[in-house]
């Protein structure tokens, strides 16, 4: 008797951690990730929600910067938390572009909760925008799919920055898989090696 009840407790004990570990690899294999710093409304939920990777593909009509703080193939720190293992790690970057970022709250096409001051999403990331920057309170239409339910979205716009932005490459310090391609940080959120 004591056997079999000794067998059925670690069974049960068992189940939470194949659940854990199932959600922890489900998020890992749908390449979820992304928030920031200062991002009021941005949750624990609302990270596991961004795109760890991404595509090195950019919009169209985006610009490449001329003269950047931090050149393609150059190293910095990165300095913010949009995602858990962001802050602290070492960033290649792969692209940086002139143009407007913007901070916006937005309610998800697939029904979750709303997203308040997702950083960042950039002006040519916008359907048939104004010309920019556009102004906070703007309504506008999401092309960006940074997360599940972002394109299409409707949007307003919270702040706008005209800025360098950077795509960038990194080793999360929390380890797991390299992020690559990721979309967007700002000058401001990264800092020289030394």
């Known amino acids: 008797m004591k056997t079999k009840k000794l067998i059925l407790g670690l069974g049960l004990a068992l189940i939470p951690a194949a659940c854990g570990n199932n959600n922890e690899d489900m998020n890992q294999k749908s390449g979820n990730n992304h928030p920031t710093p200062n991002s009021s409304g941005n949750s624990e939920s609302h990270m596991e929600e961004m795109e760890h990777s991404g595509s090195s593909e950019v919009p169209e009509g985006l610009k490449k910067?001329?003269?950047?703080?931090?050149?393609?193939?150059?190293?910095?720190?990165?300095?913010?938390?949009?995602?858990?293992?962001?802050?602290?790690?070492?960033?290649?970057?792969?692209?940086?572009?002139?143009?407007t970022s913007y901070a916006v709250s937005y309610k998800p096409?697939?029904?979750?909760?709303?997203?308040?001051?997702?950083?960042?999403?950039i002006h040519e990331e916008l359907n048939q925008p104004d010309s920019h920057p556009l102004t906070p309170g703007t309504e506008v239409t999401l092309e960006a799919s940074h997360m599940?339910?972002?394109?299409?979205?409707?949007?307003?716009?919270?702040s706008a920055y005209q800025t360098t932005v950077y795509?960038?490459?990194?080793?999360?310090?929390?380890?797991?898989?390299?992020?690559t391609n990721h979309k967007w940080v700002t000058e401001e959120e990264l800092s020289p090696i030394e």
């Open 65 to 99: 910067a001329e003269d950047p703080t931090y050149p393609e193939g150059s190293k910095a720190l990165i300095e913010t938390d949009h995602m858990a293992g962001m802050k602290g790690a070492e960033a290649t970057i792969t692209g940086a572009f002139e143009t």
């Open 109 to 121: 096409t697939n029904g979750g909760d709303p997203v308040e001051n997702h950083k960042w999403v």
């Open 148 to 158: 599940k339910g972002m394109k299409g979205a409707k949007a307003s716009i919270d």
């Open 167 to 179: 795509m960038i490459d990194y080793m999360p310090t929390t380890g797991g898989e390299k992020v």
